[in-house]
Nanobody
Framework: QVQLVESGGGLVQPGGSLRLSCAAS????????MGWYRQAPGKQRELVAA???????DYADSVKGRFTISRDIAWRTVYLQMNSLKSEDTGVYYC?????WGQGTQVTVSS
């Protein structure tokens, strides 16, 4: 079993940046990769970015060129660097590996 804890959310103005972290304890996510998801109010949870077990990455079209997913060398922490934030990026951001979810971190983009 792996436990996930997200952090780094907050309130930011449009055009600003945030860096989210997701720390895994119990075991690494090396064999399953890790995904960042977000859920906006009244909407379904959607995949934003993912890092595969092979080290590759993938992004939703809505965040390509603005968000970057990365990991530490031990496959214990994954990061989501979010730049040029827009109001539509607002939501609760979750990380997931092998069906395990963290508690989420709130990101609010507003002036």
């Amino acid at each position: 079993q792996v436990q996930l804890v997200e952090s780094g959310g907050g309130l930011v103005q449009p055009g600003g940046s945030l860096r989210l972290s997701c720390a895994a304890s119990g075991r690494s996510f090396r064999f399953y990769g890790m995904g960042w998801y977000r859920q906006a109010p009244g909407k379904q949870r959607e995949l934003v970015a993912a890092i595969t077990s092979g080290g590759g990455s993938d992004y939703a079209d809505s965040v390509k060129g603005r968000f970057t997913i990365s990991r530490d060398i031990a496959w214990r922490t994954v990061y989501l660097q979010m730049n040029s934030l827009k109001s539509e990026d607002t939501g609760v951001y979750y990380c997931n590996t092998d069906g395990n979810w963290g508690q989420g971190t709130q990101v609010t983009v507003s002036s």
